[in-house]
């Protein structure tokens, strides 16, 4: 599978905890064809960043934040040149962590520590017609401004990236997986699950051509470009009777787990 700079059920609890826990600081996102359905400014700190595909189409978002002074229209510009997703970000693109591939009808959640300031959320996808999906309007601006207050998710399982990846011991149900990257070096992982006989090469055969013709497998998200010594929180609603598999696709390792 192809790394994706600068994006299965999952149900969030957003409500409020006991007297002693803040609410989750929630922002929920729509995705289709080909537009992001979403605030244009929320509180940062804690944030959890909820895309639900509403699409006929996976989608993703990658997240950047902006230099001072820089807007969506910068962005735009440097996405014109084709060269520019081959090369390093310029200085004023600082990469957070983004939510990999949701397959249609499908919401995942991912939670990270977001500073003031202003973002662009991005599709990198390509769509049957070849095009990446931000060419054909998938690209929103988004203001954080403040601190909500929100604590970060409790985990079910904590997970090393990179070469430490292990699979996790879950049982079925809503469960949140705390992803670290301790490394200096940004990393990520993709959740997948296979049809039967496939593998992780057949389904990056698939995201090459475009996602043409029937998926090998589920995509569930995940968190691609996690950034040296942080941590996210993936959140998911695990079933009973599917085999699991979470994917680097840059250390090539990959791990399958089922839950009780």
Not at 220 to 235: E, N, Q
Request: with cysteine; net charge negative; charged share 25%.
């Amino acid at each position: 599978m192809r790394r994706m700079i600068v994006i299965a059920a999952v149900a969030l609890a957003a409500g409020c905890g006991g007297a002693n826990e803040p609410a989750a600081n929630v922002v929920e996102i729509q995705s289709d064809e080909y537009a992001f359905v979403m605030p244009k400014r929320v509180e940062g700190g804690w944030t959890t960043m909820q895309l639900t595909n509403t699409g006929g189409e996976p989608h993703e978002f990658a997240l950047v934040r902006l230099g001072d002074g820089k807007t969506l229209a910068d962005v735009k510009q440097l996405l014109s040149d084709p060269a520019s997703q081959e090369q390093e970000p310029p200085s004023w693109a600082k990469i957070r962590a983004g939510l990999p591939t949701v397959a249609p009808g499908e919401t995942a959640a991912l939670t990270e520590e977001l500073e003031p300031g202003r973002y662009a959320l991005i599709c990198f996808l390509d769509g049957p017609n070849g095009r990446p999906h931000f060419m054909d309007g998938m690209i929103s601006e988004l203001e954080v401004a403040g601190r909500a207050g929100a604590s970060a998710p409790k985990a079910d399982a904590t997970l090393e990236l990179g070469k430490g990846l292990t699979a996790p011991r879950l049982e079925a149900g809503e469960r949140t997986l705390e992803l670290r990257n301790d490394s200096d070096e940004a990393s990520g992982v993709f959740m997948v699950s296979y049809a039967p006989g496939k593998t992780a090469k057949d389904l990056n055969a698939w995201m090459e051509s475009g996602m043409k013709g029937p998926a090998p497998g589920g995509v569930h998200g995940g968190a691609i470009d996690v950034p040296p010594y942080s941590t996210v929180y993936l959140t998911y609603t695990f079933e009973t009777g599917v085999e699991y598999a979470l994917f680097d696709d840059v250390n090539e390792i990959e791990k399958r787990f089922s839950v009780e």
